[in-house]
């Protein structure tokens, strides 16, 4: 639980480079005063040459984040990513290695680096899009390192990712300024931003390692399931070292759940592949006897102790004893795809919403009217877009992807494709709104017999 102290509101603030400044913690502005006055805030007096950032509101009023807050706020979604904008020189590549936007619909697909989590996707795609978020991004570690040369005291500064209109919600406390109350908002805690990412959807893949031959190691395949017999269990109460972690021990990702802290976000379709199945038709069980570890350490593995490095990475809020459970639509259609053998199945759509879906793609026509078939009833006068999953089904010369529109009975679309290229997958999601409204009612069928004819046949789908 995070304090409220004083949680407010503060609606259509403007950001720019004039109306939000660095300053330090124990500025007197204009010699008429300590903008953190002695008297009603004495938390700041060992970190007075810290940095913070001083944003103007409206009627001679302003907004004092603290620059480490600004920074876990807009970048703390995983410790990998905060590590890396600490360690300069920070280079894109430690970020993504790959990165395309279509121009046309907004669409962004990104090729994570290792090590990076897919928590941190949206911030990352931001980085690559607003090279004002880039730029505060490098000030991060360059002003530590400035500060390391001329042995002054190392307090990083940053600023906004972002220049624009905005809505904040903040905890934190109202200060008075030249004998006028509330004049001054300290932030404890930042809660949540409305300015818009710069992408309309994001669909993200994680670093693939490659095993000493050379091949790329993959769910589903025999050198992961290798990995995984030798992963090592946790020990209860495991310690957080401040040491590098280990380079034998496998990374493990440990999820923090908060509220969004992004309302845009909550609108766009963020989403990555999942594999359900692969050609073996095994899974995966750990049965090793290593002892458990005892201590973990964030960041990149750098020694041989026995630490385990962990990333943190922030997902939204919600019940984990919920977490990815199958949609009731999806159910039987999860049933029919076990039945197929000798087949890769990949889900291309798993997404923090509900790990299986995302929002169909919204045609609107000349007027600007979306077609009211893209929605689906949700109880009196409320609608939501239907949900659509695409799973990639392969065997070892051909591969279709497998389109599942939720509506009753179920729109099942099949479409032939070349490879897994990104591109070739996002254009699988736009065509299936078209499909759905020109054909929204479509018989029951078996998916599982209907993929294996059409394996069978070679007809084109």
């Known amino acids: 639980m995070q304090p409220d102290y004083e949680l407010e509101e ?85 970020l993504y290695t790959a990165a395309t936007l279509n121009k046309i619909n907004g669409r ?28 505060a991004a490098l000030m991060i570690g360059t002003s530590m390192l400035t500060s390391s040369v001329t042995r002054q005291s190392i307090y990083p500064q940053g600023l906004f990712p972002f220049e624009g209109t905005t809505t904040l919600i903040a905890a934190g406390k109202w200060l008075s300024f030249a004998d006028k109350a509330r004049a001054t908002f300290i932030v404890y805690s930042l809660r949540s931003c409305s300015h818009a990412f710069p992408f309309r959807s994001l669909r993200y893949e994680k670093y693939k390692t490659s095993t000493s031959n050379g091949e790329i190691g993959r769910p589903g395949s025999s050198s992961a399931k290798e990995r995984s017999l030798k992963s090592a269990t946790e020990a209860k109460n495991q310690s957080l070292e401040e040491r590098d972690g280990s380079n034998s021990l496998a990374s493990k990702t440990k999820s923090i759940r908060l509220e969004p802290r992004f309302p845009d976000l909550t609108k766009k379709p963020i989403w990555k592949n999942k594999t359900l199945a692969g050609a073996d038709g095994t899974g995966n069980k750990y049965v090793g006897a290593a002892p458990p570890v005892q201590a973990a350490a964030v960041g990149q593995p750098g020694s041989e102790q026995r630490i385990r490095s962990v990333d943190f990475s922030v997902l939204i809020n919600k019940d984990p004893s919920q977490r990815w459970p199958v949609p009731n639509f999806l159910k039987p259609v999860i049933v029919q795809l076990s039945e197929l053998n000798q087949l890769n199945i990949e889900l291309l759509t798993e997404s923090e919403e509900d790990g299986w879906t995302v929002p169909i793609l919204m045609l609107c026509d ?22 659509v999953a695409v799973f990639a089904i392969k065997n070892q010369t051909e591969h279709i992807s497998l389109a599942i529109v939720e509506s009753v009975p179920l729109h099942t679309k099949l479409y032939a494709m070349n490879g897994q290229n990104v591109e070739e997958i996002l254009d699988t999601l736009s065509c299936v709104a078209n499909d759905y409204l020109a054909r929204p009612e479509l018989e029951e069928i078996n998916i599982a017999d209907l993929v294996n004819w059409v394996f069978a046949t070679n007809d084109p789908v």
């Open 366 to 387: 000349e007027d600007g009217v979306i077609d009211p078939k893209l929605f689906i009833e949700n109880g009196i006068n409320i609608s939501r877009p239907r949900r």
């Open 10 to 94: 503060f609606q259509d603030i403007e950001i720019n480079r004039e109306s939000a400044h660095l300053i330090k913690a124990g500025l007197n502005l204009n010699d008429q005063g300590f903008l953190l006055p002695l008297s009603e805030h004495p938390w700041h007096m060992n970190c007075t040459q810290s940095y913070c950032v001083m944003a103007n509101l409206s009627g001679n009023r302003r907004m004092i984040i603290p620059c480490m807050e600004l920074i876990r706020f807009y970048f703390g979604s995983s410790s990998n990513l905060i590590t890396a904008l600490f360690l300069p020189p920070l280079k894109r590549t430690s």
């Open 108 to 135: 962004l697909s990104l090729q994570l680096a290792e090590h990076i989590s897919g928590a941190s996707a949206a911030d990352i795609g931001r980085l690559h899009l607003d090279a004002t978020a880039w730029q």
